[in-house]
């Protein structure tokens, strides 16, 4: 019994870390376009995966399903990727297309990636998150900054 007891409050909390959870001081929503738009003080956490912005407008399907979120303003995220790396970083402006689990990032993007303590500053980045690939690109005047934390070379006595 005790232990049917835990397999059962371990299958619920992973079922519960898998729900999408949005907060806003405002909601407005359209069934027959699809379209619902969320404002001030936006979060949303799904997993481990959360974005925070001042505005984000998601998209549905006929099945109400979610094609895509667009976040815009004070935009800041923490991302898992499939393979378990972590991303954290903030951007001007967010699309996440969840069929296909990327994001693309525009405007001031600082993307952090914490476990390999690399760093990728620019104007457009894209995250996907199922191959654990990112590309990007540098504003017309900016170029792309890559930034790595080297290991201190061991001192020669």
Known sequence: MKILTIMTIF???????QELKIT????????????????GKVNIIKGND???A???TVYTDVEHEPTKYIAQ????????????????GVAGKVIYKPAIKEYHFFRDVHLKQIDEKKE??????????????AYAKGATKEPVIMIFK????????
Request: glycine residues 8%; hydrophobic residues 35%; aromatic residues 6%.
């Open 73 to 88: 303003g004070d935009v800041s995220f923490n991302i898992e990727t499939k393979k378990g790396s972590l991303y954290q």
């Open 11 to 17: 299958l619920a909390s992973s079922l519960i870390s």
């Open 120 to 133: 990728i500053i620019g104007d457009e980045v894209v995250l996907k998150t199922i191959e654990g690939k």
């Open 24 to 39: 806003a001081n405002q909601f407005d929503a359209d069934e027959k376009t699809g379209i619902s738009v969320f404002q």
């Open 54 to 56: 001042t505005k984000v």
């Open 50 to 52: 959360e974005l925070n």
């Open 150 to 157: 080297m290991p201190n070379e061991k001192e020669e006595k």
